[in-house]
């Protein structure tokens, strides 16, 4: 029987897949405690400014899932290997629980900041829009049974959704809207704290991490799933 | 109105509850897909294995 440990750039998956574990768990620990425990609260939103540390790193993980859905639909498309396809889905799955944990996250934050919980704003707005595109992608996927057709049809949508991406990025600036202006990557330099920025980039890392441990563990999945049909298909034959 | 740590709290303990659920599923759901696989593959059958065509 061939190996499921399929090496990753030269290195054994189950070795990568420990390794980036290991990070995740050092780093949300290390995140967690930086930004909940040392780094002073903001100076005008307070303490609750702390949920910040939570809610950005999903939401540009959320960016980063849909930027790699996008790129594999697009690898699928030219190649028509349905192991694109797998990485794909499971890029889109994790995404979609970073959009909503960063909805979800944002409006706990709004609550005592703006006082609401949810407000019909662009930046809102386009978040939203982008978790039921994403939605829908996995829905597609569970309804259409043949796997090129559903393949196909989830990388049209896959790609077509991340469209709603810059436009998220670009909403704070073509409208205006109650969610803050960019404070890291915006024109005129950085509007934040060095020690507010470490620690923002500290659980940046940490959750890079773990979008990478669980993109891994997914596609593992998908990937025993996959042999387990073929071996049912194969003994059913068989059988017959 | 509620503490501010309150709703730290709240963003705190959901991310954190959703996603040691979402790892936990994947975990149960990789072990029993694996442990599906190796009894199918502990019973003799034909030569070529479709571990060969996917992996």
């Known amino acids: 029987m061939m190996s499921l440990d399929r090496p990753i750039f030269g290195f054994r998956r189950s070795m990568v897949t420990r390794l980036f574990g290991l990070l995740t768990t050092g780093g949300l620990a290390a995140g967690l405690v930086t930004g909940l425990l040392i780094v002073p609260p903001d100076a005008i939103q307070g303490e609750v400014q702390r949920i910040m540390y939570l809610h950005v790193p999903m939401a540009w993980n959320a960016y980063l899932s849909f930027a790699v859905v996008c790129a594999c639909s697009v690898v699928y498309l030219i190649r028509r290997d349905l192991a694109w396809d797998r990485r794909a889905a499971a890029s889109a799955e994790i995404g979609v629980m970073f959009t909503a944990l960063t909805i979800a996250a944002g409006s706990i934050w709004g609550r005592p900041t703006w006082g609401t919980w949810w407000t019909w704003d662009a930046r809102l707005t386009t978040t939203a829009i982008l978790l039921f595109i994403y939605i829908g992608y996995l829905v597609v996927r569970q309804v259409v049974e043949e796997p090129e057709k559903r393949a196909r049809l989830a990388a049209v949508i896959g790609i077509i959704g991340f469209l709603d991406v810059p436009l998220i990025r670009l909403s704070v600036q073509w409208w205006r809207t109650l969610h803050q202006q960019p404070t890291v990557f915006r024109v005129g330099g950085m509007m934040i704290d060095r020690f507010m920025l470490f620690t923002l980039l500290l659980n940046l890392i940490a959750f890079g991490c773990l979008y990478l441990y669980l993109m891994l563990k997914r596609t593992e999945l998908e990937m025993v799933r996959e042999i387990l049909v073929a071996e049912q298909v194969r003994r059913i034959a068989h059988d017959e | 109105m ?23 599923y994947l975990l149960a759901a990789l072990r029993r897909s694996r442990l599906h696989l190796e009894d199918l593959q502990r019973t003799p059958h034909s030569a070529r294995s479709p571990v060969e065509d996917v992996a």
Do not use: E, Q, T
Not at chain 2, 4 to 21: E, K, T
């Open chain 2, 2 to 24: 509620m503490s501010r740590w309150v709703y730290i709290g709240l963003a705190y303990g959901l991310a954190g509850g959703v996603l040691v659920a979402y790892l936990a």
